[in-house]
């Protein structure tokens, strides 16, 4: 029998430029480049900004906004960066982001989908601590075990990094896994690979931020990109807190689907 599988989603709402604006350093405390960077994206992304259409010019979107023009070209500098945009001179900016090649990682909503590896994907393992614990603020349902351990794995497609985690796993049932294991199965695969073990309630929370300096490193983004933060945590049939994982994806590769019928 499946264990029973609940799911919880907070976003963030993205604004839709279809009206100009002033940007406020104060109100935000975002530099103004990083404002324009944050909406331009969202105007690409969303479709606003149409694949190998011109944008508006530096001039029109420094009126626009009511920014100085370095700012508007500090914004551009961090798309281009990214590969959204490509600028010409004499010719102008234009979209050169693709749909099709960015949404390539899902995070599913379903416990199958769950279980299954991303196609192409290689693991590498990071880092690994004995005698862990959880945070103390999370997770307070089940009862926690006497050790885990803590491992951190990042996940890449085609060279590039998409998911970095950390895995806190029962030591007693880390022991039970196979060292290849670690660097083919994502980690509630891991888990459900171990004989014996029952699931009694597992739970996923979805929140979207932005990326600090350190996960801007680890996973190739800008400062500040967007990202997907996935909490997952298990409690077995025993009520044992078995496992808790926390990853980070890249906010521009993912897709999340959800049947509502």
Same mark, same amino acid.
């Given at each position: 029998? $499946?264990?029973?599988?609940?799911?919880?989603?907070?976003?963030?709402?993205?604004?839709?430029?279809?009206?100009?604006?002033?940007?406020?350093?104060?109100?935000?405390?975002?530099?103004?480049?990083?404002?324009?960077?944050?909406?331009?994206?969202?105007?690409?992304?969303?479709?606003?900004?149409?694949?190998?259409?011109?944008?508006?010019?530096?001039?029109?979107?420094?009126? $626009?906004?009511?920014?100085?023009?370095?700012?508007?070209?500090?914004?551009?500098?961090?798309?281009?960066?990214?590969?959204?945009?490509?600028?010409?001179?004499?010719?102008?900016?234009?979209? /050169?982001?693709?749909?099709?090649?960015?949404?390539?990682?899902?995070?599913?909503?379903?416990?199958?989908?769950?279980?299954?590896?991303?196609?192409?994907?290689?693991?590498?393992?990071?880092?690994?601590?004995?005698?862990?614990?959880?945070?103390?603020?999370?997770? /307070?349902?089940?009862?926690?075990?006497?050790?885990?351990?803590?491992?951190?794995?990042?996940?890449?497609?085609?060279?590039?990094?998409?998911?970095?985690?950390? /895995?806190?796993?029962?030591? /007693?049932?880390?022991?039970?896994?196979?060292?290849?294991?670690?660097?083919?199965?994502?980690?509630?695969?891991?888990?459900?690979?171990?004989?014996?073990?029952?699931?009694?309630?597992?739970?996923?929370?979805?929140?979207?931020?932005?990326?600090?300096?350190?996960?801007?490193?680890?996973?190739?983004?800008?400062?500040?990109?967007?990202?997907?933060?996935?909490?997952?945590?298990?409690?077995?049939?025993?009520?044992?807190?078995?496992?808790?994982?926390?990853?980070?994806?890249?906010?521009?590769?993912?897709?999340?689907?959800?049947?509502?019928?």
């Amino acid at each position: 029998m $499946e264990p029973a599988l609940s799911y919880v989603r907070t976003m963030n709402s993205q604004p839709t430029l279809t009206e100009s604006r002033p940007l406020d350093d104060d109100a935000t405390g975002m530099p103004r480049y990083l404002q324009l960077s944050t909406l331009f994206r969202r105007m690409i992304e969303s479709g606003q900004w149409q694949t190998d259409s011109q944008i508006p010019t530096v001039e029109e979107l420094a009126a $626009e906004y009511g920014v100085a023009r370095a700012t508007v070209r500090q914004a551009l500098g961090r798309l281009d960066n990214d590969g959204l945009i490509a600028r010409y001179r004499a010719k102008g900016t234009f979209v /050169t982001y693709r749909p099709q090649d960015q949404l390539w990682c899902e995070v599913e909503t379903d416990w199958s989908g769950l279980l299954r590896s991303r196609p192409g994907a290689t693991i590498e393992l990071l880092s690994e601590e004995t005698g862990q614990q959880p945070p103390a603020l999370i997770d /307070t349902q089940g009862e926690r075990a006497r050790s885990y351990r803590r491992f951190k794995r990042r996940h890449s497609r085609d060279g590039k990094p998409f998911l970095v985690a950390y /895995t806190y796993l029962d030591e /007693t049932l880390y022991k039970r896994l196979k060292r290849e294991d670690l660097e083919t199965k994502t980690a509630l695969s891991l888990l459900s690979s171990i004989r014996g073990v029952k699931l009694e309630d597992v739970r996923q929370t979805l929140t979207i931020g932005a990326a600090d300096v350190v996960t801007a490193r680890e996973l190739g983004v800008s400062l500040n990109a967007p990202v997907a933060y996935v909490h997952r945590s298990a409690v077995d049939s025993n009520g044992r807190l078995v496992m808790v994982s926390d990853g980070t994806y890249r906010g521009d590769i993912v897709r999340l689907d959800i049947k509502l019928k």
